[in-house]
């Protein structure tokens, strides 16, 4: 009986999880503040620090993993407030199948207050992260 309780407990938890995640956007911005990326640290919406995190200064991205033990570093081109490319510009090696010189489509759709949520194009494959600004 415990262990039914338990499996209960774990899948209600990422049901509610799952929905809170959904709706990280209560109240948009409208137009979205699309400025808000161009500088500041940011953390993916769930995950802690030491798991992932990215600075932008003076156009410049850096991605921490690891603990902050690995990073891609890459250069924000912005053609306009919403949309962006990511060129790729180093690295270190590891598992990240991202290299020197791959470019990256952006498109920033929606912002609530600092929060952001960011379309990404890479070899045909649409992504989508939500990001929170923390500094």
Known sequence: MKLYIFFLIIVFG?????KSQENTFLSPDQPPKCKNIQ????LKVGESSKTWYMTIKNGVLKE????????VKAKLDFTDDC???TIITGKTEGINLIRT????????????H??????????????EVVLEKIE
């Open 14 to 18: 990422n049901v509610f999880l799952a």
């Open 114 to 127: 600092n929060r952001v949520r960011i379309v990404t194009k890479f070899y045909n494959k649409t992504s």
């Open 83 to 85: 949309h962006y490319k």
């Open 101 to 112: 010189g791959d470019v990256l489509i952006n498109e920033i759709t929606e912002t609530d």
């Open 64 to 71: 921490y993993y690891n603990n902050g033990k690995d990073y």
């Open 39 to 42: 500088e500041g640290k940011f």
